[in-house]
Structures are given as structure tokens and as C-alpha cells.
């Protein structure tokens, strides 16, 4: 079973920081892209960071030179550290992996995780 997990979120004050982590299964590899995502009640999800396998980066225009995405391979993991953060960063935070192949299914496919709850106390 192919599986995608974040860690990290949690409660913090307005300014403060933190880094969220992602890993995923031995099952899949060679994504192109890795990203986070985010989404509130009762909207759209949006993304927040993406990280291409080429190492481009694309960023969000209301978190971009606050938040850095960054990725290790050889953990199969990407990160997403959180700086200056707002009360409007609130959010449930989920990590992306797309265009993984899956050695299971024989395919190329797109994988998310269950989300971690990031709360910013203004």
C-alpha cells in the first residue's frame, strides 16, 4: 500500500515558525514534482510550495519568501519550512507526490496524504 505522511504541524504564535515533513513509500519513486498543498473549510485547495525533480521551485505569491520547499531523495521525503507565519496560514496542510511510479500498480500516478493541521494564534 502506497502511503504519504506528514508530521510536523501544530500550534504557533503569529511570526513564529514551522517545518513540516513529508515521506513517502518505497513503493513509489521518481516523482517529477513534490508540493504542499493547503485547504480551509469551505474553500478550494491551494497550492502553497512545489519542488520539480529538477529541483524548480514554485511558490504560492502569499507565502513566497517566507516559506522554503526543499527535498531529500535519498529519504524519499519532502519538507516545507514555515517562517513569518499568519494567522491566515491557518490551514490543513497536505503533501503532494506527483507522477510516481508505482512498482505495485505498474503506473505513473499522483499520491496525498491525510494532512497535518497547522494553527497560527494571531
Known amino acids: 500500500q502506497v502511503r504519504v505522511l506528514e508530521s510536523g504541524g501544530g500550534l504557533v504564535q503569529a511570526g513564529g515558525s514551522l517545518r513540516l515533513s513529508c515521506v513517502w513509500s518505497e513503493s513509489i519513486f521518481s516523482p517529477n514534482s513534490m508540493g504542499w498543498y493547503r485547504q480551509v473549510p469551505g474553500k478550494q485547495r491551494e497550492m502553497v510550495a512545489l519542488?520539480?525533480?529538477?529541483?524548480?521551485?514554485e511558490y504560492a505569491d502569499s507565502v513566497n519568501g517566507r516559506f522554503t520547499i526543499s527535498r531529500n531523495n535519498a529519504k524519499r521525503s519532502v519538507y516545507l519550512q514555515m517562517n513569518s507565519l499568519k494567522a491566515e496560514d491557518t490551514a490543513v496542510y497536505y503533501c503532494n507526490v506527483d507522477g510516481a511510479f508505482s512498482l505495485k500498480d505498474g503506473e505513473y500516478s499522483t499520491y496525498w496524504g491525510q494532512g497535518t493541521q497547522v494553527t497560527v494564534a494571531s
Open positions: 519542488i520539480t525533480s529538477g529541483d524548480r521551485t
